[in-house]
């Protein structure tokens, strides 16, 4: 079943059921963490944090995943096909644990 197919089927809209397989993996993630001893911070970015006018949250378990949805929603939302290097340091640089 695809996004759009579970969408439809729970009435929920295309980006609310990415949110909350975004939430989900990263519980899963967490706990896997927890019950291996460790206690895992989950890295958050704000679009907003960049400067821009948009509510847009991405949380993952390490930076490399955070910056992979970072990525993606700027592809998708704000229609950058790249991201130069001096926004890449300013992404890192606001990045926060949670």
Request: overall charge negative; charged content about 30%; proline content about 2%.
């Amino acid at each position: 079943m695809g996004y759009g197919q579970l969408a439809s089927s729970t009435h929920l809209s295309v980006p609310e059921v990415v949110f909350n397989f975004n939430k989900l993996h990263l519980g899963i993630l967490l706990a896997v963490e927890m019950l291996e001893g460790g206690e895992k911070m989950a890295k958050i970015l704000r679009c907003s944090d960049m400067g821009v006018k948009c509510d847009w949250v991405g949380r993952a378990a390490t930076e490399e995943e955070l910056l992979k949805l970072a990525t993606k929603h700027a592809a998708d939302e704000h229609g950058m096909k790249e991201i130069p290097k001096d926004l890449w340091a300013k992404a890192k640089a606001v990045i926060k644990e949670e």
